[in-house]
Structure formats: C-alpha cells, structure tokens
C-alpha cells in the first residue's frame, strides 16, 4: 500500500512537471487532424484533375464524416477500457498510416477507402485530448486548457487553405497527406516519453457491439439521403424515402439496445441529466451556425461581390480568429472565476447580433464591415466551444467522462451537417421559388436575398440557443479532483 501510494505521487510530480510539453503534444495531434480537413479542401480540384472521378468528388469528405463520427463515439468507451495514452496513440498511429495511404492513392476509389480509414483515426483525436484534459485536472481547472485545445480548429482554418495551397503547387497533392506523417511520429514521441498512465476507469471490457451496428447503420443511411438531396442531380425520391426509413428504424434499434447494454456507447441515463441535454441542445446549434457562416460568406463574397475563391476563404480569417481568440478567453475566465453559464449566455447574445449584421450584406458592403460582421460572429460562437465541453463533463462522474466528452463532439458534428442541410435546403427553396416566379436565371440580388436568408435561419438558431443558455444549471466547478454527478447506477437506467 505505502509503495503505490509513493508510485501515485511520482506520477502526480510527473505530470506537474510537464504540462506545458503534454498539452502541446495534445495540441498538435487536434492540430493536425483539423488542418488535414482544411488542406484537402484547398487541394481537391487538383486530386481530381489527377485521380478523375469528378462525380465522386464529397465522397472523400462523406466518408471521413461518417467514420470519424463513428470512431468518436466508440474512443470514449474504448479509453475506459485501455486507457486513453493508449487509445490516443493508437488513433494517431491509425490516421498516419491512412494518410500514407491517401497519397498513394491511384484513383479515386482507393481514396475514399483510405479517407475512410484516415477518419477512423481522425475520431479518436478529436475526442481524447479533450477527456485526457478532465482526467488530469479538476473542474474549475479545466476551463482554459480546454479553450486552448478548442482552438486548434479555428488555427488550422486559417493557416490550412495557404499550406494547402502552396503545397499542392510547389510539392504536389500528395504530399497534403504526407506531411501527417513527419508531424504524427513527434506527436506520438511526445505523449510516449511525457505522459502519464492514466486510471483504466472501466474495468469490464464488455463492448456494445449492436450498438455500434445499428449507430453505424442510422447514422450512414442519414447522411447519404442528405447527401443525395443536396445533390439534387435526379435520384427518385424513393431511394431517399428508403434511406431516411432505415435510419429510423436503426435508431429505435439503437435507442432499444443501449437502453439494455451494460456497457452503452451512449447511455440513456445520460439524457436524465438537464445539463447534459442543455449542453447537447447548445452543441447542434453551435455546431449548425459555424457551419453555416463558413459556408455562406465566402459564397456571398464570391458570387455576389465577385471575389475571387482564394480571396474569399482568406476572407475567413477574421472569424477564425475571433473564434479563437474568444474560445481561449472564455477558457481563462472560466478558471479565474469558477462560473461558465454567464459565458454561454453572453456567446449566443453575440452571436445573434453577428449573425443580424450578416443579414444586412449586399453588393454594396465592403469588404472591411463584411470583416466587422465575421469578427462579432467569431467571437460569439467560440466563446462556446469550451463551455460546451465543460458543462458536460462537470455534470457527470469520472465513470461517464469519456462518453459524455465523445457524445459533445459527435453531436456537434452531427449538427454541422444537419444544420447545412436544413439552410442549404432553405437557399435552394428561395431561388426556385423566386426563380419560377421571375422566369429568369438567378441573378445577383436573388442570390444576395437566399444568402439573406440562410443567414436569418441561423439568427432564429441563436435566438434558441440564446434561450435555452438560460437553462444551463451553473453547477459547482470544484478546485479538487473528485467525483461529481448523479446517483443513478450505469447498468439500471430508470425510465
């Protein structure tokens, strides 16, 4: 006994002592999973003139999609079960070797089945930086650690479409992918000398398997219909009816099993606790207006300001860095001050005047107040991304860490795509219906009026948000390492 207790204070100092070096190697492996996103987004239109396949051409980020969520939601449990140094390094290693893959691509077809296996490991960083974080330090703690990984995101948005770039001109596409590699093996060296061997929190290895199949299932029939409605390009609404059909029925399957698992990828029990359903409310929204300002002001800056398309992403910046720099922030004050749902509340209310001022573009806005507008917006919605997290992770036991951290990526994942459907489907109405009505091809202020609206509809989105922040239950964020959350027993949710 006094031997472990002597071994738990070593890997106490161990920690302490390189913080700065763990979080940093943490840092870089969010870093680069989010910049391989935004590099192969810059270098897609020479990978096609390369590897043909016009028509597939979403499928490299379709299937990076959906494995990447799919491996989300399984890297909390399996990082109880293993451990998370253990399930992290794996996952670097598995999107190394993916992204060795990728650029030995020989067409398109190899490609997507490598992306597939680049997101599998892509889902396990995006999630066990962020759990490691709260196994390592207490709540209030927390808060800026999480601010900082957070940012990661915004940092490889705005550095991600110039590497790109010049890459894909100078070295060729395929060295998009390997560069992960060189970047990958310092990150693993990193986490393998500095950090430490984690708790195993769950003892029973007992994986839910049908789970996973009927997620898996809902999840791929879900975004494919999605897919082929934005597409638009003929397939019978049958084929669509039968999708959206099958996903239904793979989540009351899913619903069923997890309510009866005693390991559930997603426990039900979860959904009793109000801070964590308020958390996962605020999350889709989040997740959904991010989308839709990323999307929608390089297309207004485009097509109705007639920017050029490398103007127009650089035209990005200030958002990014507004949602950065407000995601860092928010973090410190968090931990300076204990609290976090003034925070949540304050986020939504900038957002909504950011998303307003959005509203207002037309040709005549320069490009300076278009700047103004991504700044406010920015600000509003990272002031969020280390709320979110934090809220719910201090809302539950050390047991429920690594799938309530899991769940709060995948759910804004998931309100990303669902959210870009729901405006994109919002745009495509207003140009038909003022196009039937006009009889004439969409015009500069018939786009400006759907960019208008896809803006409006994330207003509306803010507005809930807004509302809902005021529901976030402020709970105790204690300076000590403990236990916190309900009663209930894992294996016996109550209904």
């Given at each position: 006994m006094?031997?472990?207790?002597?071994?738990?204070?070593?890997?106490?100092?161990k920690?302490i002592?390189?913080?700065?070096?763990?979080?940093a190697?943490?840092?870089?492996?969010?870093?680069?999973?989010?910049?391989?996103?935004?590099?192969t987004s810059?270098?897609?239109?020479?990978?096609?003139?390369?590897?043909?396949?016009?028509?597939?051409?979403?499928?490299?980020?379709?299937?990076y999609?959906?494995?990447?969520?799919?491996?989300?939601?399984l890297?909390?449990?399996?990082?109880?079960?293993?451990g998370?140094?253990?399930?992290?390094i794996?996952?670097?290693?598995i999107f190394?070797?993916g992204?060795i893959?990728?650029g030995f691509s020989?067409?398109?077809?190899?490609?997507?089945?490598?992306?597939?296996l680049?997101g599998?490991?892509a889902?396990?960083?995006?999630?066990?930086p962020?759990k490691?974080?709260?196994?390592?330090?207490?709540?209030?703690?927390?808060g800026?650690?999480?601010?900082?990984?957070?940012?990661?995101?915004?940092i490889?948005?705005?550095?991600?479409?110039?590497?790109?770039?010049?890459i894909?001109?100078?070295?060729?596409?395929q060295?998009?992918?390997?560069?992960?590699?060189?970047?990958?093996?310092?990150?693993?060296?990193?986490?393998?000398?500095y950090?430490?061997?984690?708790?195993?929190?769950?003892k029973?290895?007992?994986?839910?398997y049908?789970g996973i199949?009927?997620?898996?299932?809902?999840?791929?029939?879900?975004?494919?219909a999605?897919?082929?409605i934005?597409?638009?390009?003929?397939?019978?609404?049958l084929?669509i009816?039968l999708?959206?059909?099958?996903?239904?029925?793979?989540?009351i399957?899913?619903?069923y099993?997890?309510?009866?698992?005693?390991?559930?990828?997603?426990?039900?029990?979860?959904?009793?606790?109000?801070v964590?359903n308020v958390s996962?409310?605020?999350?889709?929204i989040?997740?959904?207006v991010?989308m839709?300002?990323?999307?929608?002001?390089p297309?207004f800056?485009?097509?109705?300001?007639?920017?050029?398309?490398?103007?127009?992403g650089a035209?990005?910046i200030?958002?990014?860095?507004?949602?950065?720099?407000?995601?860092?922030i928010?973090?410190?004050?968090?931990t300076?001050?204990?609290?976090?749902?003034?925070?949540?509340i304050?986020?939504?209310?900038i957002?909504?005047?950011?998303?307003i001022?959005?509203?207002?573009m037309?040709?005549?806005?320069?490009?300076m107040?278009?700047?103004i507008?991504?700044?406010?917006?920015g600000?509003?919605?990272?002031?969020a991304?280390p709320?979110?997290?934090l809220?719910?992770q201090?809302s539950v036991?050390?047991?429920?860490?690594?799938v309530?951290?899991?769940?709060s990526?995948?759910?804004?994942?998931?309100?990303?795509?669902?959210?870009?459907?729901?405006?994109?489907a919002?745009?495509?109405a207003t140009?038909?219906?003022?196009l039937?009505?006009?009889?004439?091809n969409?015009?500069?202020?018939?786009?400006?009026?759907?960019i208008?609206?896809?803006f409006?509809?994330?207003?509306?989105?803010n507005?809930?948000?807004?509302?809902?922040s005021f529901?976030?239950?402020d709970?105790h964020?204690?300076?000590?390492?403990?236990?916190?959350g309900?009663?209930?027993?894992p294996?016996?949710?109550?209904f």
């Open positions: 006094e031997d472990d207790f002597k071994n738990l204070h070593k890997e106490e100092d920690v002592e390189h913080i700065p070096v763990i979080i190697g943490l840092l870089i492996s969010l870093f680069i999973v989010a910049l391989d996103s935004t590099i810059t270098a897609m239109p020479k990978i096609i003139a390369s590897l043909g396949g016009l028509q597939y051409y979403v499928w490299p980020f379709t299937i999609l959906v494995t990447s969520i799919i491996s989300t939601m890297s909390g449990k399996l990082s109880d079960f293993y998370s140094k253990k399930v992290l794996s996952g670097i290693i190394v070797i992204s893959f990728c020989q067409n398109m077809a190899e490609l997507i089945i490598f992306r597939a680049q599998l490991g889902g396990i960083i995006f999630v066990l962020l490691i974080v709260a196994e390592m330090f207490p709540p209030r703690q927390r800026k650690y999480i601010g900082i990984l957070s940012a990661a995101g915004g490889s948005s705005i550095v991600g479409p110039v590497i790109g770039g010049f894909t001109d100078f070295l060729g596409w060295w998009i992918f390997f560069l992960n590699v060189p970047i990958g093996i310092i990150t693993i060296a990193i986490l393998l000398a950090f430490p061997n984690l708790e195993i929190i769950v029973d290895k007992i994986m839910d049908f199949l009927t997620f898996t299932g809902g999840l791929t029939s879900f975004l494919l999605l897919e082929l934005q597409q638009n390009n003929g397939i019978s609404t084929w009816v999708l959206f059909s099958t996903a239904a029925i793979m989540l399957l899913f619903i099993t997890e309510k009866n698992a005693k390991e559930a990828v997603l426990p039900l029990y979860l959904f009793k606790n109000s964590y996962a409310i605020l999350s889709i989040n997740g959904a991010s839709g300002a990323v999307v929608y002001i297309l800056l485009q097509e109705v300001q007639g920017m050029t398309a490398s103007a127009s035209s990005l200030p958002l990014l860095l507004g949602m950065v720099i407000a995601s860092m928010t973090g410190q004050l968090i300076k001050t204990g609290t976090y749902k003034i925070y949540g304050i986020s939504f209310g957002s909504i005047i950011g998303m001022l959005l509203t207002t037309n040709i005549n806005t320069d490009l107040e278009v700047g507008y991504a700044v406010v917006s600000i509003g919605m990272g002031m991304l709320i979110i997290t809220a719910a201090n036991s050390k047991r429920d860490l690594g309530v951290t899991a769940s990526q995948y759910i804004r994942l998931l309100g990303s795509v669902v959210g870009l459907a729901i405006i994109g919002i745009v495509n140009l038909n219906i003022n039937q009505n006009s009889h004439i969409v015009s500069t202020t018939l786009l400006t009026t759907a208008h609206d896809a409006l509809i994330c207003v509306i989105m507005i809930i948000g807004f509302i809902i529901f976030l239950k709970l964020l204690s300076n000590e390492m403990e236990e916190i309900y009663e209930e027993s294996g016996e949710p109550d």
